[in-house]
């Protein structure tokens, strides 16, 4: 690319071509006002602020939209150039109010400081008032469209980043202003509240409703706490309060300018009166408090005890999505070496590391044959994208953006979901089963499975695969392809009610084109769920989508740390780094680390150490950041289990369902109190810093688990973060030096070297077809369970959230039109919905994005009880109906008894 030569104010300059003026001058340090450009944004030259002067001629130009030229010469503060800019300050100001004082901006408006700087205070030009009605309904976000001041961020913003379509001009002139569709209010538009346009209005027109107004006294970057994308954040602090989040605007971070509800409002759990600020041991059979060398002593000595009485196998683990990579890390290290058993697990078993653990084994440990595809932003340079099982607007938003923006932009999207979801009004083709499951009877998970064989096998006929990819770097080809070829395709599409069109058109855009892959949790916590993951492995294999930037998997991540957790091996068959308890080499690594010896066997996974706890051979489980009672199926069976056990310890930082039946409770910190780092699903290690101290005599988890390894003989393993990261890093490679923490994203670059230096041969693995379910009458709905973008997994800490609370509806079960006519139901209805485990009782919206035969209800809603419908039992068991859906059936409940 050509490179320009130019000079602003004197001082020579160059840049590549291509870019506009003010680009330049602020890679060059050289400040320039503007009040509507920033850097995610297209260019609009909307505020005319940053105008620069052409010396030679004289001209004036908007630097946000003028390309550099060579040799131009500038000048940005002209006497000509400041005379405008004061008069186009004045013009703004003069249609502003004179509220200040009382403005949420306070002193982050940004009018307000280019007219400080211009040296601007008393407006002489008549006042032009704009009145309007203040809007302030919803609990997120306040609109004062006095204060607009047209720069169009907003709108921008609400189309080009987040593509919601929510709000657009309306009007010409004087009266123009943003607004929804036909002036409704936010809360009834397409709005999603992910505040995107809060944070990069200039003025107080958009603000952050909140029971602080003003200036945070100070600001903190930190990673978002919640779902796996990983947002970059920054933490306003007032006193030793969280009062605000806002996205970090750090250019090529995950989300840049955005976040979602969550992200954004959601934070104030944080400062929930549920907050454990002490710790608790049972006496008595009641909770009462105790001090820290009290609950760390006998947490210790009863471990100890535990393990000499009934042997280590005794002992579970369970860690946590949520917390740090180094707490993760020293949790399981107490547990292999110190209790000497792996028995050990995390939260993510129900969100997705069961699928991170099937592709890894698929993987070449050197790392040169990798599946995952990487950062998000390769999405946008895919060549096409199937969603599978994914719904990223609820669970993941900032996924759900890019997904978004990459159809916009022109890339076939492939949606296959049995609902139609906010991805399929931007999808290229939405395959979904064709009729009602009442008809055939059969289950979500045979959709899936048949569909990726049909589409397999429907590519192979048409020659459409990368024939020198699996000849050079697979084994299995041969007989995957007779495999496939034998299949009965109209057998596939009549047992799952697949659209023969739609097969076809999604054909058509993956011929010949290189996939990059969206799994999402309806593939995850489904019987069936493993063989439809093989079948997409091998899809990627046959069409040699792997190793190109855009292609290859990205496997949603609902938790922040899912990730990092499992790399720090809170999982009973993998030690940190992904090596594996049966390699005795791999073994031989960590035993040498840590000069202990490390049981060979694998350990108990979540669902087992239940088992155990049931059959009393688990004596007492230690719970960190995790809440089982909450977040499993069959909350009596689970809550039985525990009360069976001996010793159970809690650590985490809300007083929550397991918190309560808890030994000894433990007080930890959230992530805005305590160092460390989190793993994204893009791979990316983001380190922070704390932002204010934790509550009351409330501890960071790594200081904890450090005293409670000195109560048990063990002083040397305690440490800081970095002490923790540096062990880390003697043995896995991506986890640099503490140094590197001046950096928000501190691994190293993923090997983006192109598959043809690829040695090792992946197999195929074998072609299976989902057994046809047999209609049960008694249950002759299919219920399908997910998230609302409002809340995250069981919701243990969004319910926390004042503001959520305040907005959220009740987790309405939403049914079909046509069903709903048949069974005389009306919207705020109430119905029982029965499967074979429990019930539940909800009201009812009808919504003509559901299918005849199917009801979807949202989890985490009434103490997450859509749990009491499924089935407690392995997702990939053959009995199993899964955990994403389960046949049900329905009745209306008599309101007027409700009423009495």
């Not at 503060?77 to 300050?89: A, T």
């Not at 970057?221 to 309060?241: E, H, P, Q, T």
């Not at 003697?730 to 043809?756: G, M, V």
């Not at 997910?786 to 809340?791: A, E, K, Q, V, Y």
Request: proline share 5%.
């Amino acid at each position: 690319m050509e490179t320009i030569a130019l000079t602003i104010n004197g001082k020579k300059i160059s840049c590549p071509g291509g870019k506009s003026i003010l680009e330049a001058a602020e890679a060059h340090g050289i400040k320039i006002p503007k009040l509507c450009s920033h850097h995610s944004l297209k260019p609009f030259g909307a505020c005319r602020l940053c105008l620069v002067e052409d010396e030679k001629t004289g001209r004036l130009f908007a630097s946000c939209v003028t390309p550099v030229a060579q040799d131009m010469v500038l000048l940005s503060d002209s006497p000509e150039v400041i005379k405008h800019r004061r008069n186009i300050v004045f013009l703004m100001m003069a249609e502003h109010p004179e509220s200040c004082i009382v403005c949420n901006k306070g002193n982050r408006c940004q009018l307000r400081k280019i007219a400080a700087e211009l040296g601007i205070g008393e407006n002489h030009l008549y006042p032009m008032p704009n009145h309007r009605q203040l809007e302030d309904a919803n609990p997120f976000i306040i609109r004062d469209l006095s204060k607009c001041i047209l720069c169009g961020k907003c709108i921008r913003a609400d189309h080009e980043l987040v593509c919601a379509g929510a709000i657009d001009y309306n009007s010409r002139g004087f009266t123009s202003r943003p607004v929804t569709l036909h002036e409704r209010p936010l809360e009834k538009s397409t709005c999603t509240f992910c505040g995107t346009c809060v944070s990069l209005c200039p003025t107080g027109a958009l603000s952050t409703k909140a029971d602080f107004v003003g200036t945070p006294e100070r600001e903190s970057k930190s990673v978002c706490g919640f779902c796996g994308v990983g947002c970059n954040i920054m933490l306003g602090v007032v006193g030793n309060r969280i009062v605000e989040v806002n996205p970090a605007h750090l250019e090529n971070s995950v989300n840049d300018a955005t976040l979602c509800v969550r992200g954004h409002f959601a934070h104030d759990f944080l400062n929930s009166p549920q907050r454990l600020t002490q710790p608790l041991v049972r006496k008595d059979e009641k909770l009462v408090p105790t001090s820290w060398d009290d609950a760390l002593e006998t947490t210790a000595k009863r471990l100890l005890e535990i393990k000499n009485q009934h042997g280590p196998e005794s002992i579970a683990f369970l860690g946590s999505t949520k917390c740090t990579n180094e707490e993760n890390y020293l949790f399981q290290k107490i547990a292999r070496t110190l209790l000497e058993t792996n028995n050990i697990d995390n939260g993510g078993y129900l969100s997705g590391r069961l699928f991170l653990d099937l592709v890894e084994k698929r993987t070449d440990k050197a790392g040169r044959f990798n599946f995952f595809a990487g950062p998000l932003s390769g999405l946008e340079q895919a060549e096409v994208i199937l969603v599978v099982g994914a719904e990223p607007a609820q669970t993941a938003p900032v996924l759900n953006y890019y997904l978004k923006r990459s159809a916009r932009k022109g890339i076939p999207l492939i949606v296959a979901d049995p609902r139609k979801t906010d991805l399929t009004g931007s999808a290229s083709v939405w395959l979904h089963p064709c009729a009602s499951p009442l008809l055939k009877g059969n289950s979500v998970d045979t959709f899936y499975l048949e569909l990726i064989n049909v589409l397999s096998a429907q590519l192979l006929l048409q020659e459409a695969t990368d024939t020198s990819f699996t000849s050079r770097f697979t084994s299995g080809y041969e007989e995957y392809q007779t495999q496939l070829l034998a299949l009965d395709q109209d057998t596939s599409v009549k047992k799952a009610n697949l659209d023969v069109q739609a097969i076809k058109n999604a054909v058509a855009l993956l011929k010949g084109k290189k996939i990059s892959f969206v799994v999402g949790d309806g593939l995850m916590l489904q019987r069936y769920g493993k063989e439809v993951m093989e079948a997409l492995l091998n899809l990627a294999l046959m069409t040699g989508s792997i190793g190109y930037n855009g292609a290859g998997f990205h496997i949603l991540s609902k938790e922040n740390n899912l990730v990092g957790a499992w790399d720090m091996g809170t999982a009973p068959e993998t030690l940190p780094g992904r090596l594996m308890i049966s390699d005795e080499n791999d073994r031989a690594i960590w035993e040498k680390t840590w000069s202990k010896k490390i049981p060979g066997s694998k350990g108990l996974d979540l669902l087992q150490m239940i088992k155990k706890a049931e059959e009393g051979s688990l004596k007492a489980i230690y719970i960190m950041g995790e809440n089982p009672l909450r977040s499993l199926p069959e909350p009596d069976r689970i809550l039985k289990s525990l009360q069976n056990l001996e010793f159970v310890v809690v650590q985490d930082i809300l007083n929550n369902e397991t918190a309560a039946i808890a030994d000894v409770v433990l007080p930890g910190a959230a992530f805005s109190e305590k160092a460390g780092s989190f793993t994204n699903m893009e791979g990316q290690i983001q380190c922070f810093t704390p932002a204010v101290l934790p509550p009351g005599k409330a501890k960071s988890d790594l200081e904890i688990l450090g005293l409670i390894a000195e109560k048990m003989g063990a002083p040397e393993y305690r440490g800081t973060h970095q002490d923790i990261r540096k062990e880390i890093s003697t043995t896995i490679s991506a986890f640099l030096d503490k140094a590197a923490c001046k950096h928000p994203i501190w691994i190293r670059e993923r090997n983006q070297e192109k598959y043809s230096l690829v040695e090792k041969h992946i197999d195929f693995s074998s072609v299976t077809s989902a057994k046809e379910t047999a209609i049960d009458d008694d249950y002759p709905f299919i219920a399908l369970f997910g998230s609302l973008r409002f809340h995250l997994g069981s919701g243990t800490r969004t319910e926390q959230s004042a503001r959520i609370r305040a907005f959220d509806p009740a987790g309405e079960i939403e049914v079909s039109p046509l069903d709903a006519k048949q069974m005389n139901l009306h919207s705020d209805d109430r119905i029982r919905v029965t499967s074979v485990t429990g019930e539940i009782e909800r009201k009812i919206t009808i919504k003509r994005s559901v299918q005849a035969g199917f009801i979807h209800i949202p989890t985490a809603y009434n103490n997450n009880d859509a749990r009491c419908l499924m089935q407690l039992m392995p997702f990939f068991d053959a009995g199993s109906s899964g955990w994403d859906s389960c046949r049900v059936s329905v009745e209306k409940v008599d309101n007027r008894k409700m009423d009495q």
